[in-house]
């Protein structure tokens, strides 16, 4: 007993502290695997049944994913499929509740199916709706968010399926329409578990070319079963990522796939999508043409209507007859040249007759217009021999007393005279 407890006392506690001197037993790993996988959870999946087997009360199926090639076998009683209203069958698709198992003895894992439900057309329905609503709610497909698609792409980017009828439609009719057009093709699987990873492959190589102005998912219609890949959110958000414009092509009109909510351009069928792409060289010529008789028409109606404007201007008498308008000018400068000189002519007489009055009042009120009228005037004589010295003019008779020698200023000329005194008052 010391021994059987000295030995398990140097076992390792965990896988990490294992060694090539102190391994674990193999039924101490099983046990601690069994354990490890006891405690995980159910868990619910889906998938589609790829293979179906029953033996006795067991059965034993293979699941697949979706979207991706990986599968997963799996055992179920009978009594739980038997327990379905329609009977499963390869390439139903389904949802099941798996749980792992671990059995001890052979080291086998094995997934055990618990329950099991076939996935209806309502339910695939229900949800796509509650992924379109979430994707929308993240603004996904608001119109801000779309890309306007160009007037004429040099390179288109086309992906479908394997030599498939949308391929051709598109081809096609575009090429139709405008022979120039040049084609990028990836050809991916449009349908099943692989659908989803060829196609964003394809989008993004096509959006990373950079001759593709725009990209073109087509498929010819289809069951909603084969559609789901269209819906699948994965590709959503690559198409949503991409830069270059992406138009939907998928025809088929009573369940929309979500691809045609977030595409730039939704096209009902390929051919619409060729159609609605590149314009048509016939009706392009035709509206070139119809552009240049109109661009003719307008320049013959322009110079049309400037010619009578020209024509209009010409017949005017100023540019008829130049010659009147300087005669006329000549006229009126003859005529204002006449007006000023009468008005000179006018103020110099005015002038010359102003100052001869006034030279007339001036000569009648000098000194000399005085003395002819018989008036003299009396002066001191003293001062008459120094240069510059004026004569006092007498005013008053005091001024000469009685001896004072004069002289006396007449119109004539002057003479001396001399006071004899006396003063007598002025007659009045």
Do not use: C
């Amino acid at each position: 007993m010391t021994d059987n407890a000295t030995a398990a006392t140097t076992v390792p506690a965990t896988a990490a502290d294992t060694s090539p001197d102190n391994p674990w037993p193999l039924q101490l790993l099983s046990q601690k695997l069994k354990m490890h996988i006891d405690r995980a959870p159910s868990a619910w999946v889906e998938g589609q049944v790829i293979e179906l087997n029953r033996r006795g009360t067991n059965a034993y199926l293979t699941l697949r994913d979706i979207d991706a090639e990986i599968s997963l076998p799996a055992s179920v009683w009978t009594n739980v499929l038997d327990r379905q209203d329609t009977p499963l069958e390869r390439g139903s698709r389904v949802v099941a509740l798996l749980k792992a198992e671990f059995w001890l003895k052979t080291g086998r894992l094995s997934m055990s199916v618990k329950d099991i439900r076939p996935v209806g057309l309502g339910d695939l329905l229900a949800r796509i709706e509650r992924l379109r609503q979430a994707l929308a709610a993240e603004g996904l497909f608001a119109d801000s968010r779309k890309r306007k698609l160009p007037l004429l792409p040099h390179r288109i980017g086309l992906i479908t399926g394997r030599d498939s009828d949308a391929k051709k439609d598109v081809v096609r009719n575009a090429s139709l329409r405008w022979p120039a057009v040049e084609f990028e093709i990836r050809e991916v699987a449009v349908q099943g578990n692989t659908a989803v990873a060829q196609v964003v492959a394809a989008l993004r190589e096509l959006d990373a070319h950079p001759d593709v102005d725009v990209i073109v998912i087509a498929r010819g219609g289809g069951a909603l079963e084969d559609l789901l890949p269209f819906s699948n959110e994965e590709l959503i958000r690559a198409v949503a990522d991409a830069a270059t414009p992406v138009v939907s092509a998928i025809g088929h009109e009573a369940d929309r796939p979500i691809l045609d909510d977030v595409a730039d351009l939704r096209a009902s069928t390929p051919t619409d999508a060729a159609k609605r792409i590149v314009p048509d060289v016939a009706e392009e010529l035709t509206r070139v043409r119809q552009a240049r008789d109109q661009l003719r028409r307008g320049v013959i109606r322009l110079v049309d209507r400037e010619t009578d404007r020209l024509s209009a201007l010409r017949s005017r008498p100023v540019l008829a007859a130049p010659d009147v308008m300087v005669a006329q000018r000549l006229d009126d400068v003859g005529r204002l040249t006449g007006r000023s000189y009468a008005a000179i002519t006018t103020a110099v007489i005015r002038a010359s007759d102003q100052l001869a009055h006034l030279r007339a009042q001036v000569r009648a009120l000098s000194p000399q217009k005085t003395l002819d009228r018989g008036y003299a005037v009396v002066q001191l004589a003293n001062g008459e021999d120094s240069p510059g010295t004026r004569r006092e003019v007498v005013r008053d008779p005091s001024q000469v007393p009685a001896g004072t020698a004069l002289t006396v200023q007449v119109a004539g000329g002057r003479f001396a005279a001399q006071s004899t005194g006396g003063q007598e008052p002025l007659a009045d």
